[in-house]
Nanobody, 124 residues
Framework: QVQLVESGGGLVQAGGSLRLSCAAS????????VGWFRQAPGKERDFVAG????????FYADSVKGRFTIFRENAKNTLYLQLNRLEPGDTAVYYC?????????????????WGQGTQVTVSS
Protein backbone atom coordinates (compact mmCIF):
# COMPACT_ATOMS: atom_id res chain seq x y z
CA GLN A 1 0.00 0.00 0.00
CA VAL A 2 0.93 3.62 -0.37
CA GLN A 3 -0.21 6.56 1.75
CA LEU A 4 -0.69 9.96 0.13
CA VAL A 5 -0.72 13.39 1.77
CA GLU A 6 -1.42 16.55 -0.22
CA SER A 7 -0.28 20.05 0.69
CA GLY A 8 0.16 23.46 -0.87
CA GLY A 9 -3.43 24.56 -1.30
CA GLY A 10 -4.65 28.00 -0.31
CA LEU A 11 -6.40 31.19 -1.32
CA VAL A 12 -5.07 33.01 -4.38
CA GLN A 13 -6.29 35.74 -6.70
CA ALA A 14 -7.21 35.01 -10.28
CA GLY A 15 -4.11 34.94 -12.43
CA GLY A 16 -1.96 33.73 -9.58
CA SER A 17 -0.07 30.49 -9.05
CA LEU A 18 0.19 27.65 -6.56
CA ARG A 19 2.22 24.47 -6.34
CA LEU A 20 0.57 21.43 -4.86
CA SER A 21 2.58 18.54 -3.45
CA CYS A 22 1.63 14.97 -2.74
CA ALA A 23 3.99 13.10 -0.43
CA ALA A 24 3.89 9.32 -0.68
CA SER A 25 4.94 6.79 1.92
CA UNK A 26 4.75 3.05 2.15
CA UNK A 27 5.58 1.07 -0.95
CA UNK A 28 8.03 2.31 -3.52
CA UNK A 29 6.59 5.41 -5.12
CA UNK A 30 8.18 4.77 -8.50
CA UNK A 31 6.04 1.65 -8.88
CA UNK A 32 2.88 3.76 -9.05
CA UNK A 33 1.32 5.80 -11.80
CA VAL A 34 -0.20 8.88 -10.23
CA GLY A 35 -2.60 11.67 -10.97
CA TRP A 36 -4.50 14.69 -9.73
CA PHE A 37 -8.25 15.08 -9.54
CA ARG A 38 -10.41 17.89 -8.23
CA GLN A 39 -13.88 18.22 -6.80
CA ALA A 40 -15.85 21.43 -6.59
CA PRO A 41 -18.86 21.73 -4.23
CA GLY A 42 -21.82 19.82 -5.57
CA LYS A 43 -19.87 18.36 -8.47
CA GLU A 44 -18.19 15.10 -9.27
CA ARG A 45 -14.49 14.46 -8.81
CA ASP A 46 -12.89 15.24 -12.16
CA PHE A 47 -9.57 14.35 -13.72
CA VAL A 48 -6.97 17.11 -13.86
CA ALA A 49 -3.65 15.50 -14.80
CA GLY A 50 -1.86 12.16 -14.80
CA UNK A 51 1.71 10.92 -15.14
CA UNK A 52 3.25 7.51 -15.79
CA UNK A 53 5.64 5.62 -13.55
CA UNK A 54 8.70 7.00 -15.33
CA UNK A 55 7.32 10.49 -15.71
CA UNK A 56 7.86 10.41 -19.46
CA UNK A 57 4.18 10.59 -20.35
CA UNK A 58 1.75 13.15 -19.00
CA PHE A 59 -1.94 13.72 -19.54
CA TYR A 60 -4.13 16.76 -18.93
CA ALA A 61 -7.77 17.68 -18.91
CA ASP A 62 -8.53 20.16 -21.69
CA SER A 63 -9.54 22.78 -19.14
CA VAL A 64 -6.05 22.96 -17.63
CA LYS A 65 -3.78 22.37 -20.63
CA GLY A 66 -1.18 25.11 -20.93
CA ARG A 67 -1.83 26.33 -17.37
CA PHE A 68 -1.07 23.34 -15.11
CA THR A 69 2.00 21.11 -15.07
CA ILE A 70 2.27 17.71 -13.42
CA PHE A 71 5.65 16.26 -12.51
CA ARG A 72 7.13 13.82 -10.06
CA GLU A 73 10.37 13.31 -8.18
CA ASN A 74 10.63 9.61 -7.45
CA ALA A 75 13.76 10.09 -5.35
CA LYS A 76 11.71 12.29 -3.03
CA ASN A 77 8.55 10.16 -3.24
CA THR A 78 6.64 13.27 -4.24
CA LEU A 79 4.17 14.26 -6.91
CA TYR A 80 3.58 17.90 -7.82
CA LEU A 81 1.04 19.99 -9.65
CA GLN A 82 2.06 23.49 -10.68
CA LEU A 83 -1.01 25.66 -11.15
CA ASN A 84 -0.53 28.86 -13.16
CA ARG A 85 -2.96 31.49 -14.46
CA LEU A 86 -5.54 30.31 -11.99
CA GLU A 87 -9.20 31.05 -12.61
CA PRO A 88 -12.18 31.10 -10.22
CA GLY A 89 -13.40 27.95 -11.98
CA ASP A 90 -10.33 26.13 -10.64
CA THR A 91 -11.67 26.40 -7.10
CA ALA A 92 -11.97 22.88 -5.70
CA VAL A 93 -10.48 20.34 -3.37
CA TYR A 94 -7.53 18.76 -5.17
CA TYR A 95 -6.73 15.09 -4.61
CA CYS A 96 -3.76 13.01 -5.62
CA UNK A 97 -4.27 9.39 -6.55
CA UNK A 98 -2.02 6.41 -7.21
CA UNK A 99 -2.20 2.88 -8.55
CA UNK A 100 0.47 0.28 -9.38
CA UNK A 101 -1.42 -1.24 -12.30
CA UNK A 102 -1.73 0.01 -15.87
CA UNK A 103 -4.93 1.93 -16.50
CA UNK A 104 -6.70 4.94 -17.96
CA UNK A 105 -5.02 7.91 -16.28
CA UNK A 106 -8.20 10.00 -16.56
CA UNK A 107 -10.47 7.45 -14.91
CA UNK A 108 -11.26 7.79 -11.19
CA UNK A 109 -11.93 4.07 -11.02
CA UNK A 110 -8.42 3.18 -12.19
CA UNK A 111 -6.86 4.46 -8.95
CA UNK A 112 -7.04 2.55 -5.68
CA UNK A 113 -5.18 4.98 -3.41
CA TRP A 114 -6.22 8.53 -2.61
CA GLY A 115 -5.09 11.36 -0.40
CA GLN A 116 -7.36 13.48 1.80
CA GLY A 117 -7.24 16.50 -0.47
CA THR A 118 -6.10 20.11 -0.28
CA GLN A 119 -8.37 23.12 -0.84
CA VAL A 120 -7.62 25.58 -3.63
CA THR A 121 -9.71 28.75 -3.69
CA VAL A 122 -9.33 31.31 -6.47
CA SER A 123 -10.89 34.72 -5.93
CA SER A 124 -11.95 36.98 -8.80
Amino acid sequence: QVQLVESGGGLVQAGGSLRLSCAASGRTFKDYRVGWFRQAPGKERDFVAGITWSGYRVFYADSVKGRFTIFRENAKNTLYLQLNRLEPGDTAVYYCAADPRPGDPSSRGSYDYWGQGTQVTVSS
